[in-house]
């Protein structure tokens, strides 16, 4: 299953799409996504393979990182078709911004992002219990790459993180991360261009991004969505809550509820058939 020389048997790239500011209408994104992408430790070739293709399909230079943003929609449409031929395993957090009443709480600097990295790993630590069970091991590590922030300090991070492992360990209920699946000394930071996984986790975001951000305006871009959506994180084909967590819990009833239809394809398009 895994080489001796890794500690690890499974590898996240993790980036986001959308901003954390709360300036609507004047810049800032209406919805913040993290996403992250969960391989084995032996898939990390397809994912530079995958890169490579990519590229040399969109006849883009080889030594500049793939950039979701950046491409057209036929791009972005064989990108997604390309990520969504492979077993990986994806999981979204996805924060409707002009929803949450604690806006002063969250404006301050890097507490959302902090907040859904912290869900966002719990997921992941789900998720890897479930796929180790299902090889009869009951015992494994998660590395994690994230995508270089220019002006966070992934040394607070950690610290966050830690004090999620030790008000866990006071038994704060609240906090669902399986810790035994983690271990800080395997959490990494690279920029995109050094590590391709964080390109096609930078992809993933985007999907999402291009799904939820538009709602609000003309129905929404989904059509990528729908070539990834067999890799997004289900127990017993539910994502929702899983792969796909949507935040607050005011916009999950909203989606629910079918209050705004456009809503809708996040229930059935999301779902693994």
């Known amino acids: 299953m895994h080489h001796s020389d890794k500690s690890y048997n499974y590898i996240c790239f993790i980036d986001e799409s959308g901003d954390e500011g709360f300036s609507f209408g004047q810049g800032s994104s209406e919805w913040f996504i993290i996403s992250a992408l969960v391989i084995k430790n032996t898939e990390e070739k397809a994912v530079v393979d995958l890169i490579a293709e990519i590229k040399s399909r969109l006849k883009w230079p080889a030594n500049k990182p793939l950039h979701w943003r950046k491409l057209h929609h036929i791009e972005k449409d064989i990108f997604a078709e390309q990520i969504g031929k492979y077993k990986w395993h994806i999981a979204t957090v996805a924060v409707c911004k002009p929803d949450i009443r604690e806006k002063e709480f969250f404006g301050e600097r890097y507490r959302l992002y902090f907040y859904c990295a912290r869900y966002l790993l719990e997921r992941v630590s789900w998720l890897v219990r479930d796929e180790l069970k299902k090889t009869g091991l ?135 058939k």
């Not at 590590?141 to 830690?162: A, C, H, P």
């Not at 920029?191 to 390109?199: A, C, D, V």
């Not at 070539?227 to 289900?234: A, D, V």
């Open 138 to 272: 009951n015992t494994g590590k998660v590395k994690f790459i994230f995508s270089n922030r220019s002006n966070m300090s992934f040394g607070e991070l950690k610290d966050y993180f830690n004090v999620l492992k030790r008000k866990s360990e006071l038994n704060d209920i609240d906090i669902r991360i399986e810790w035994k699946y983690i271990d800080f000394d395997l959490i990494e930071v690279y920029t995109p261009g050094k590590q391709e996984g964080l390109q096609i986790a930078d992809a993933i975001a985007g999907i999402f991004w291009a799904g939820f951000e538009t709602i609000l305006k003309k129905g929404c871009v989904f059509d990528y969505a729908k070539k990834i959506k067999g890799l997004i994180y289900n127990y017993q084909q539910n994502c929702w809550g899983y792969g796909l967590k949507i935040m607050p819990a005011e916009t999950q009833k909203k989606i629910e509820s079918g209050e705004n239809n456009n809503w809708r394809w996040c229930l059935e398009e999301y779902v693994k």
